[in-house]
């Protein structure tokens, strides 16, 4: 069985990772990363207070928020970082297979790159993709879903929101946000709602070739008519809709998907051999 900890437990990305390895063959050891407050040591979550003592003996230490450092000094086993601001020099998990060997410290990667990577396993034949990736705050967990429900409130009394959380204007705010270098024709617009991101890709065949739909992949569910947000919040599964044009050579695919599942959950258990 594999033995690991999270640390940040007491977190909502934390909460989720302790949940999902427990359903699978792992033992997990809660931890915060510091003192406990009483909310926390009362809560449904048994979380304990860090100390090496409780890391030893264990395969990988997951990093959902970040503790004194000096708690990992000498930790033999493997670091997966899933923190929203991971160490940079750490390579990223790949996105295919397990833990690569001889590789102790990994980060983990966006929720879209994990949702781009699916492409050649849904259509034969793509060629050039474009399109908008429509973003909720929960990619940035208790941050995000709190600074939305502030800013909401804030707005909701005639006031101005504050915008320390989030870093920009979000309650009944579409914000397009422009491509960063290397999304290519990928438009993020950040939009309010909390769960439930819509990736809207506009995807032309290769020379030559038409489009066709696949057989859905594990995880992935093809449906009659576009996903909206709430579907995707609802649904453990990434729901995948297709409009072809008549001669197959072009096509609107929209991906419904919860950025924690995608970007962190299935990869994590992935990347684990928990999968």
Known sequence: MLKLAVIGAQTMLGRELVGALEARDASVVPLSIGALTVEEEV???????????????????ILADTPDMALLEGF?????????EPEARIDPLPLA????????SLKGRPALEQVLALLPSL???????????????????????????????AVLNGEDPDLAKLGYRQAFEVVPVTP???KGRLMEIR????????????????EGKS??????P????????????????????????????????????????????????????RILGLL
Request: proline share 6%.
């Open 43 to 61: 809560g449904d979550l048994v979380v304990f207070a860090p100390s090496q003592a409780l890391l030893e003996g264990l395969d990988t230490v």
């Open 123 to 153: 259509l034969e034949s793509v060629g050039e993709v474009g399109g908008t990736h429509l973003r909720s705050v929960a990619w940035m967990g208790d941050r995000g879903l709190d600074g939305l429900v502030e800013q909401t409130l």
């Open 97 to 104: 297979g397990p833990w690569p060997q001889g590789v102790k």
């Open 211 to 216: 489009l066709a739909k696949k057989e859905a």
């Open 218 to 269: 594990t995880g992935v569910k093809w449906v009659e008519a576009a996903p909206s947000s709430r579907d995707v919040a609802i649904s453990a599964e990434l729901l995948a809709h297709l409009d072809l044009t008549g001669d197959g050579k072009a096509a609107v695919l929209t991906l419904g998907f919860d950025p924690v599942l995608w970007g962190v959950l299935r990869p994590t258990m």
């Open 191 to 206: 939009v309010p709602s909390f769960h439930g991101d819509l990736l809207v890709l506009q995807v032309r065949a290769l």
């Open 76 to 84: 033999p086993g493997r670091i997966l970082d899933l923190r929203p």
């Open 180 to 182: 960063a270098a290397g």
